[in-house]
């Protein structure tokens, strides 16, 4: 039987999840727009009435409208709940992965960050360095003040990430921007040494898109095609945050 006090972490990080979630969609949307992500309040951008407090409940108001504001009628994107229920996901799944306060406070950290990347890099083709630069104070500062002897590895995996990424930068201009390489050494400072499965999955994932688009569009078109890099890490980044240990100790087990 599950512990009880598990059952309500786990509920706490759903509802918390869903909340958060909810705002990472305005960071999503505000932040590379250069709006403020506190006023004005929600409100729909096809009539510009604000959003009532009941109709901003996460997923449970978008299904009750049917996906459409109760003003003006115009469709709002299944983005938005989408990302509320992946939000909340993910924090259960950090809730059910990680043991102790240092790895909970990384993880619910990590995510909450990893979502408005990948969106925004979606999007705009962008990593906003008021992110991954938010990250890495935060990552620090977790590390400071609960395990503070675990902060020179810390170190030592967000430079040996952001140096790996800043390498392939400058020997493929063009094919991978700086902020992949600050969102890398992002990452390693939150993941330590399981940074490097992040950095696999994201690299091989990236190339297997890049050889779907080549194959549907043709060499010469696809090469010019543009594939945002951020997506890819950040995917590479929660499976490295959920089973990075376990990959991690199997491989040294196999083959060191």
């Not at 706490?12 to 949307?29: D, M, Q, R």
């Not at 096809?46 to 049917?66: H, I, K, M, Q, T």
């Not at 990452?187 to 190339?207: D, K, Q």
Request: glycine content about 14%; overall charge positive.
């Amino acid at each position: 039987m599950v512990e009880s006090p598990l059952v309500l972490l786990v509920l706490l990080a759903a509802a918390g999840g869903l909340l958060v979630g909810s705002f990472l969609n305005v960071v999503a949307w505000r932040l590379p727009r250069g709006e403020s992500l506190i006023a004005p309040g929600s409100h729909c951008p096809g009539c510009d009435a604000p959003v009532r407090p009941y109709d901003n409940v996460p997923v449970l108001s978008w299904l009750a409208l049917r996906g459409r504001c109760r003003d003006c009628g115009a469709p709002i994107s299944i983005r938005y709940p989408l990302v509320e229920a992946v939000s909340a996901a993910l924090a259960v799944a950090v809730v059910l992965t990680r043991d102790g306060a240092h790895d909970l406070a990384l993880g619910l950290v990590l995510v909450a960050l990893l979502v408005p990347i990948a969106l925004i890099d979606l999007d705009r083709r962008i990593i906003p360095n008021r992110l991954t630069g938010l990250g890495a104070v935060a990552a620090l500062a977790i590390g400071l003040a609960t395990d503070v002897g675990g902060v020179p590895e810390q170190l030592i995996a967000g430079a040996a990430a952001g140096g790996f990424l800043l390498l392939a930068a400058l020997a493929r201009p063009g094919g991978m921007g700086m902020g992949d390489v600050k969102l890398a050494g992002m990452l390693g400072l939150f993941l330590g040494r399981e940074v490097g499965v992040a950095l696999l999955v994201a690299l091989v994932a990236g190339t297997l898109v890049g050889a779907v688009v080549v194959a549907r569009r043709g060499v010469a078109e696809g090469r010019k095609t543009a594939l945002p890099f951020g997506p890819f890490l950040a995917g590479g980044g929660v499976l490295a945050l959920l089973a990075g240990p376990a990959i991690v100790d199997w491989y040294l087990r196999t083959f060191a």
